[in-house]
């Protein structure tokens, strides 16, 4: 077996762990500042959104000499608005984009355009955007986003607890909120492959939060007829044992993406595999974030708060201090709830003291060496012993058989 199969046996067994649901508070820590620096990203640069959402218009070059430093001097020079040049290929090929223009700003900006890049007019395609076509797919996208949510929530809340359900819907709006600050930090353009990118986020993060929530199911089924650990403890170690799994999902999901954003987004120059795949690379990687850091912890930190719950811990804790138990050294024992109440314990230990049975004398063996019952299959357990009959011998003088 490999050390990362190693490592996720003995963390599924209990041998080692990490103790996230401990340490949550720490945890909410990190995930605060992170939000607030997205925020802060949101406000001071905000969202550059394409003109599939603002309207405008979007030119195609031929193959041409100009470079996109010139090609995007002369787009906004001739349209007055800032433009955003991509090439298309080896040949020389360019994708002019200029939000807010109308149909006669385009015209205009598209013979000014041919001119200045020596481009005859025809050769020079245009495609003009309007914004309320702009406004309908925000609103639909919206919409698909909000009834993603729902749905989600009631699953969650008929297949496993309403607890699990809010948790997941914070963990999944925690992914969207890192990963649309990240678009405004780096400045991508937001285009419908990011809403392609972002809905595509929300179903892997949920999925991993439904992996773990169900090893959280069902190592936490029927833990109050235990007495060896507290909810805390048990939702630690269900975690610790999907940790490598869900690890490996992350960093097998996480590979392709990688090489889209830094090969085909960075290297290629692919313009629309720059807008996904930046959605998808910090998006899968907040999603397996959250699933382990925020999920499970905050699901604890709302079972704890049931009165049930808080008072079979505060049992688990006192008996734990008065038999000075560690129950780092029970790391080893079944995941599964065991009955360690006092009258449990107090069962095993007399069914333990065992009357040792009479003595006997030893037969002595024949004189020719052959031992006594020699041909009987021997036992483990020793000879069977017959239970002494009350009624045999009566009658009888001698108290023998006839």
Known sequence: MSRLGTLGARLYRGEIGVDFVGRRKFWYVVSIVITIVTFAGLGVRGLHMGVE??????????????????????????????????????????????????????NA???????????????????????????????????????????????????FEWRMALAALIA??????????????????????????????????????????????????????????????????????????SINTSVVALLPVAGLLFIGGGVLGGGMLNDISLSLFVGLTAGAYSSIMIATPLVADFKMREREIRAHDKRVLSKRAKRGDDPE???????????????????????????????????????????VGAGRVASSRGPRRQPTSRGRGRGRPSGKRR
């Open 53 to 106: 959402f603002e309207g405008g218009a979007v030119f195609t070059t031929p193959g041409t000499d100009v470079s996109v430093e010139e090609a995007r001097e002369v787009a906004e020079e001739t349209s007055g608005s800032s433009a955003l040049v991509q090439t298309l290929g080896d040949d020389g090929s360019m994708r002019i984009q200029i939000s807010g223009l109308d149909t006669d700003q385009s």
């Open 109 to 159: 900006t598209r013979e000014a355009l041919a001119e200045r890049l020596d481009i005859p007019v025809d050769e020079l395609n245009a495609e003009v955007i309007g914004p309320s076509w702009g406004d309908q797919i925000a609103t639909k996208a919206w919409q698909g986003l909000i009834i993603f949510l729902v749905l989600v929530v009631i699953y969650l809340a008929i297949a």
């Open 172 to 245: 999944l709006i925690h992914d969207l909120t890192i990963t649309v600050g990240v678009y405004a930090i780096v400045g991508f353009e937001v285009t419908p492959g990011t809403v392609i990118g972002l809905l595509t986020i929300l179903g892997y993060s949920l999925y991993d939060t439904v992996v773990v929530f169900d090893g959280l199911k069902e190592s936490t089924r029927n833990f109050t007829k235990q007495n060896r650990y507290t909810y805390a403890e048990l939702a630690n170690r269900s975690l610790n044992g999907t940790l490598v799994r």
């Open 329 to 371: 050294l029970d790391a080893g024992h079944d995941d599964g709830p065991a009955d360690d109440s006092a009258d449990a314990i107090e069962d095993d230990a007399q069914a333990a003291e065992v009357v040792p049975p009479r003595a006997r004398e030893a037969k002595p063996e024949p004189e020719d060496g052959t031992p």
